[in-house]
């Protein structure tokens, strides 16, 4: 059996994620379950593997400065891009031990979303926690289900499909 993986903080984030500034989305990963059994090798992920992660939403933002004037709310785009990112690390368990290399060879593509509902509005001083669990698994394409809660209440959720690709 797989053990629980805890605590991923922004340093290791930033090695395994590509995005940077102003597109980095998630500030720290508490936990990853991949679930019972063995992990398939590497880009796969098993079905049931969860994570939970955390992006805690500024007044800084720079998105905020148009969206809305007066009335800041986090862009929905926004808010499933950082499901996906929290999501894409449902394949880090079966690629923790060599992240940098794969980091130069693979790349998790956002290719679906569908089902996405913005229950509430995130805010500035929200702090959104995303619980992302795989849904799909075929070769490298990755299904999720993924909702964002604030606080005790569901904020949105959305399914999304991904794809691994290998970089040219």
Do not use: W
Request: neutral net charge; contains cysteine.
């Amino acid at each position: 059996m797989a053990s629980k993986i805890k605590d991923i903080g922004i340093d290791e984030i930033c090695r395994f994620l590509p995005h940077r500034t102003p597109f980095l989305l998630v500030d720290r990963i508490l936990e990853i379950d991949p679930g019972s059994g063995s992990l398939l090798p590497p880009p796969s992920a098993r079905i049931g593997t969860r994570v939970v992660a955390l992006k805690s939403v500024s007044y800084n933002e720079p998105y905020f400065q148009g969206h809305f004037p007066g009335n800041a709310i986090v862009p929905g785009v926004l808010i499933i891009e950082t499901m996906a990112q929290a999501a894409s690390f449902c394949v880090y368990p079966s690629m923790k031990d060599d992240i940098v290399n794969l980091g130069s060879v693979m790349s998790c593509i956002l290719v679906g979303v569908d089902h996405a509902r913005f229950r509430r509005p995130v805010v500035p001083g929200d702090q959104m926690r995303i619980e992302a669990k795989v849904t799909k698994s075929r070769g490298r394409m990755l299904g999720f289900h993924a909702d964002v809660f604030v606080d005790d209440y569901k904020a949105a959720e959305a399914d999304i499909l991904a794809n691994m690709l290998e970089r040219a």
